[in-house]
């Protein structure tokens, strides 16, 4: 699928051709007060010029914010990046998609528990937070946002707002306190969790052990540990918005019932319709929408994936067996950097990637048409994990950002709710919890 250039280019290209139909949705309010609306319009646009056009129109009218992408660092892996081996957020492309706020992940990946694997993960996210100050510093359209007046204010100045989000407790070194850090640093959205358990709670993905063959244990805390409850209490305190993105069930449920302000996941999608393990169940997305939260879909083609189909799930196994993988697997991808031979690694991702598809803007946004008839449109946003993994056929980068609400447009999302999708509901998140902040402070 083509790009449609936006906001800084005159030109419009037809994208997203296909009609579909858009279902009854209902609306769960904050409060939990169920309400039923129609989240489709009747006057969806009859040719395809008229749709684009409004599309354009309504793109331009919003303020486009993605609520997760990792932060680029010369070290980062080529396979991540755009095709012109650049970050998929570098302004250029924001802009030419029109994104006027991005979420940028300071996140750690896995690594040994020890002092001396903490305090690397504590190098490697000063790293980035030093790389993003450098990016703000260089580009004067660029703005560092640490609320939402400032995302608000660089907005009305042109400027695209550079928002920064926290992953992984690695870096914390099984210090509460450091979370004060960060946050003075400008971060504002905190999530605990990435690939494997830490000290604060346990992972939807448990780590494998190469040394053993093995995974770590399902749970390690039953959740949430001691120090996560405690991190999840100081987050609020701050007025740092609480991300659930990659914990397990249970620690989400957890974080959900302990958090005094709503939360989001920042990167998340169905598991009713992609059953892998980092994807939020039914149970969880009633939950984060009861309590007035956000569930932003990722647009990552394998956390997309309809496996449900049996001939799919075999062919998958017959990929993984091939490369010499485990039959288990949390994604169907997983464990791919266990291969030592370079080609045989890049051998296996062409091969999943021929089995299981690249995903694309209509399956991103099932996923969003999903929450919306579960729970209403106050709780769906839009956080793409550019830079580690996201990307599909039609929003490959930043840069193809019209096309999720071209086809949002196709089917029947009013301009007031393609508003909401893309950052009115962060927003709404974002500022309760600061008012929450000051009013306990």
């Known amino acids: 699928m083509q790009q449609i250039p936006v906001k800084l280019s005159g030109s419009v290209q037809p994208v997203l051709r296909g009609m579909m139909t858009f279902a009854v949705a209902t609306l769960l309010s904050a409060c939990a007060t169920a309400q039923t609306e129609t989240a489709a319009t009747p006057d969806v646009p009859k040719t395809e010029a008229a749709l684009v056009?409004?599309?354009r129109n309504i793109h331009q009218q919003s303020l486009v914010l993605d609520a997760h992408a990792d932060i680029a660092?010369?070290?980062?892996?080529?396979?991540?990046?755009?095709?012109d081996g650049l970050s998929k957020v570098d302004p250029a492309k924001l802009r030419a998609g029109g994104v006027d706020a991005v979420i940028m992940s300071v996140a750690v990946g896995p690594g040994p528990r020890t002092t001396e694997g903490r305090l690397l993960?504590?190098?490697e996210a000063n790293e980035k937070l030093a790389a993003v100050s450098n990016m703000v510093q260089q580009d004067q359209d660029l703005g560092l946002a640490k609320s939402t007046s400032d995302i608000e204010k660089l907005n009305a100045e042109g400027k695209t707002a550079?928002?920064?989000?926290?992953q992984n407790a690695r870096s914390l070194n099984g210090n509460v306190g450091a979370l004060d850090q960060f946050y003075a640093a400008g971060v504002r959205v905190f999530g605990l969790n990435h690939l494997g358990h830490n000290d604060f709670s346990d992972s939807s993905r448990p780590l494998y052990i190469a040394e053993s063959r093995s995974y770590e244990t399902t749970e390690e805390h039953g959740g949430l540990s001691p120090l996560g409850r405690a991190a999840i209490e100081r987050i609020n305190a701050l007025g740092g918005v609480v991300d659930v993105s990659q914990m397990s069930k249970a620690a989400t449920l957890q974080a959900i019932k302990l958090s005094r302000s709503p939360v989001i996941a920042s990167h998340s999608n169905v598991r009713e319709l992609s059953n892998v393990s980092r994807n939020l169940s039914d149970e969880e997305i009633d939950l984060i929408a009861e309590t007035g939260g956000v569930i932003h879909l990722a647009a990552f083609g394998a956390y997309l994936v309809d496996l449900s189909d049996p001939e799919l799930l075999a062919s998958i196994l017959k990929v993984r067996r091939d490369a010499g993988l485990p039959d288990a697997y949390s994604y169907p991808y997983e464990l791919y950097w266990e291969i030592a031979?370079?080609?045989?690694?890049?051998?296996?991702?062409?091969?999943?990637?021929?089995?299981?598809?690249?995903?694309?803007?209509?399956?991103?946004?099932?996923?969003?048409d999903y929450i919306v008839n579960r729970v209403g449109i106050d709780h769906v946003g839009?956080?793409?994990?550019?830079?580690?993994?996201?990307g599909v056929a039609g929003f490959v980068d930043a840069s193809e950002a019209l096309n999720v609400t071209t086809l949002l447009v196709k089917r029947g999302y009013s301009s007031e709710k393609i508003k909401k999708i893309w950052s009115e509901n962060f927003l709404r998140v974002f500022r309760a919890t600061q008012n929450m902040a000051d009013k306990v402070n």
């Open 53 to 55: 056009e409004r599309a």
């Open 73 to 83: 660092l010369p070290s980062t892996s080529k396979t991540y990046l755009g095709a």
């Open 121 to 123: 993960a504590r190098a």
């Open 162 to 166: 550079i928002i920064l989000g926290f």
């Open 341 to 368: 031979d370079p080609k045989k690694r890049q051998s296996f991702l062409v091969a999943m990637r021929d089995v299981i598809g690249t995903g694309s803007v209509d399956r991103l946004v099932d996923h969003i």
């Open 382 to 390: 839009i956080g793409s994990d550019f830079n580690h993994g996201g």
